[in-house]
């Protein structure tokens, strides 16, 4: 009982998610989750990529909302097949064709390009990536943010 709780919880702390982008390297991840940007907890990574580098599903899901935002930009949330988390990726340059909620997508399906939407900087476009976990309700926007370095640097691992 205990072991399966502790396990439980070990998963519930990392999600396993693929890299959202192609070959992405260690060099660039940084636990930059509790780090202040704009005067709020960032709460997220930040990937610096070339405008229009192609951004990948981590896991298979269901994109439940496409939403644009003043700070973010384009904005996708995912919800994985249990809707235990959403994954949020933002300032895109654009989406995927043919994106649209509701659609089922799979591990590594591309669902935009990377941009500089919303209050990123032109000359910096960056993939914003952040996991936040469900509550009972599994409403998109009342997630809690949980920190996706780990997770990121696992599934950058899987890949070598
Ligand atoms: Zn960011």
Redesign the pocket.
Known sequence: MLVGILILLLFASTPQIAPPIQGLQLSSVRD?FNEI?NGHP?E???MMEPRGTPVHAVVPGTIRKLFLSKPGGITVYEVDEKEVYCYYY??LDRYAEGLHEQMRVAQGDVIGFVGSTGN?NANAP?L???IFELGPAKEWWKGKAINPYQALVEAIQRTK
């Open positions: 930059m940007h960032h997220a990574i930040d933002a300032h990123a960056h914003h990536f952040a």
